[in-house]
C-alpha cells in the first residue's frame, strides 16, 4: 500500500480512567482530546465501575470533539484504532464497543491496538519537537500498571526481556505517596516536593532481583515500616521532612531503573534508549536518562508531555503503521484485559 496516500485515523482510548480521541492525518497528530476522570480522587484510586461509567458519558463528545478539533468528517476517515488491551476490563469494553459499532457503520476498517505498545511507537509520531529512535532500540515502559524493557525490532517485532515481577513503578510512587498521606494521584506529587528536597538524606533498600528484571513490593514495604518507626518517634516527622522523603524515594526507584536499564545495555548493545508510559512524566527519571545520554553515549528518547499518559494519539499512530500493513481487525473482537507485548 502506498505511503502517498492521505490517510485518516479515527483513534479511540478507554483502558483505565481517560477517555481519549485522536485524528491522525498519516503519522500527524491533529487533534488529541482526553477527558479526565476527578471522581477517583475520592476513593484515593481508581475505581473500575466508576470508571467504565464516566467514558460511556464521556465517549461521544470526546469523539465529537476530536474530529471537530481536526476539521475532519467521519466520511472521510480510513479506519478507526482502538485500545483492545490491557487495562480495566469494563473500560476497555466501552471503547471496544464503540469503536466496532463506528467502524461498522461507516464501513471503514477497525484495527485492535496493544496500549503498551502505543507508547512505545507513540515515539514515531511527526511532530517537530520530537525525534523518532533507531531501530533496533530499547523502550523502557512505565507506568502504574507495567514497568518492562523491551527490545524493539521494528514496528511489529517486539520482546519483552525484563518486566516487574510484582509492583509496578507507578505503584510504587503512589502507594508510597498513599504513605505518606498524599492525595491520589500521588506519584506527580512525589516528583514535585523532591524537587527541593535532598535525595541522600534517607537511605533505602534496592532488591536484588535476577537478570532484567524488576521487583518493587519490597521497597514499598521498607518504606512503610520505616514511616511507621519515624512516625512513632516523633509525630511531625513526615511533616519536618516531607521534601526529603520523596527526594529519597525518588532517587531509590530511579536507582532501580537505571541499574536494569544499564544492564539491558551491555547485554544487548543497544544505545538507542526511548522510555514511554505515564511515570515518564517524571523530571527525576527523564534528569537521568539525560545523564545517562552524555556520561554513557546513550542516544536518549523522551517523548512529549501530552504523549505519556494515555491519550488516543499514541495509538493513532500504532493504528496508521498497522493500515500501511493492511493489519485489520475483525468484528468478532474483543477486549482483553490482559494483552502482552509478542
Known sequence: MSEQKTIYILAIESSCDDTSAAVLKNDKVLSNVVATQAIHKEYGGVVPELASRAHQQNIVPVVDQALAKANID?????????????????????????AKSLSLGLQIPLIEVNHMKAHILAHFIKDENMKSPEFPFLALTISGGHTQIVR?????DM???????DDAVGEAFDKSAKILGLPYPGGPLIDKYAATGNA?????????????????????????????KRTKEDPNFIKNNLEDICASIQYTIIAILMQKLKKAVKLTGIKEIAIGGGVSANSGIRKALLEAQSKYGWKTYIPK???????????????????????????????KA???IS
Not at 480510513?78 to 464497543?97: C, D, E, K, Q, Y
Not at 521487583?215 to 514511616?227: A, E, N, V
Open 74 to 98: 467521519k466520511k472521510q476517515l480510513s479506519a478507526i484504532a482502538f485500545t483492545r488491551g490491557p487495562g480495566l476490563m469494563g473500560s476497555l469494553l466501552v471503547g471496544t464497543s464503540f
Open 152 to 156: 524493539v525490532n521494528d514496528y511489529f
Open 159 to 165: 520482546k519483552i526481556i525484563g518486566q516487574t515481577l
Open 200 to 228: 541522600l538524606k534517607f537511605d533505602f533498600p534496592i532488591p536484588k532481583v535476577k537478570e532484567l528484571d524488576f521487583s518493587f513490593s519490597g521497597l514499598k514495604t521498607s518504606i512503610l515500616y520505616f514511616i511507621q
Open 305 to 335: 508531555f501530552e504523549y505519556c499518559t494515555d491519550n488516543a494519539a499514541m495509538i493513532g499512530i500504532v493504528g496508521y503503521h498497522k493500515y500501511l500493513n493492511e493489519s485489520f481487525t475483525a468484528q468478532d473482537v474483543t477486549a
Open 338 to 340: 490482559r494483552y502482552l
